[in-house]
């Protein structure tokens, strides 16, 4: 996936204008974005502030931290699992 060429403080700030009275045409015009963009900035961090956002991104990696570390586990489960049943039987 691209990465964007605004941080995340800039869409909300974008966001905040736009909330502010200024017009999404006046906005996208500005920044040279279109008005989809636009609008799925707007579905995705609509009534954020710069702190929330923060802990939304330090919630989405600690997630993903452990996810890896679940599917890590997960297969040394079935590695000790599959070594009993051939060592014993079971």
Sequence with gaps: MRKSKFTEHQI???????????????????HGISNAT??????????????????VKELQEENSRLKRMYAELSMMHDSLKQVVEKKWGV
């Design 12 to 30: 909300v700030s974008m966001l905040k204008q736009h909330d502010a009275g200024a017009k999404v045409a006046d906005i996208c015009r500005e």
């Design 38 to 55: 636009f609008y799925q900035w707007k579905a995705k961090y609509g009534g954020l502030d710069a702190s929330q956002l923060k802990q």
